[in-house]
């Protein structure tokens, strides 16, 4: 698996790909919340699998909001999505951010804090789904 900062409008077919079948076929988020209208100001990564396929993607919005952390199905459970969110928790760091959020499935609310983020606030419905906003303060020299 190779892990890469790519540029949306280059891999937006691929990225689509990915998002538009976990997210929308998986669990029928709606287009309007899926493709907000911001990637073009967010910064992406991708997994791609030893045949080039993209198989996992996630952004970085300029605020530090981690999002669209996605990963095909039968993928999950081998890292991909902890690759996705170390090198976008490094981006920020190189960004010179002091913390990221996220807004967490909560059924991921366990992955995340077994990354260092922590539950701020009550849980509240976007796109049907429950979620729990989440925080990580970051150090200018924590392991990447």
């Known amino acids: ?3 890469s900062v790519v540029n949306f ?3 937006e077919v691929e990225i689509r790909s990915v998002r538009d079948r976990v997210f ?3 669990q029928g988020v709606p287009n309007s919340i899926n493709w907000d209208g911001h990637d073009g100001r967010c910064q992406h990564v991708v997994v791609r699998d030893g045949d080039g396929k993209v198989i996992g993607t996630g952004r970085l919005a300029p605020c530090g909001k981690i999002g669209r952390l996605s990963v095909l199905k039968k993928f999950r459970g081998r890292g991909v999505g902890g690759k996705l969110l170390a090198r976008l928790l490094a981006i920020a760091r190189a960004s010179h951010l002091p913390e990221v959020f996220l807004h967490a499935q909560t059924k991921a609310v366990g992955f995340y804090e077994g990354e260092g983020f922590e539950v701020v606030g009550s849980p509240f419905f976007e796109a049907g789904i ?5 925080s990580k303060r970051l150090k200018k020299n924590e392991d990447e």
């Open 130 to 134: 429950k979620h729990l906003r989440m």
């Open 1 to 3: 698996m190779k892990v």
């Open 24 to 26: 929308g076929e998986e």
């Open 9 to 11: 409008a280059e891999e």
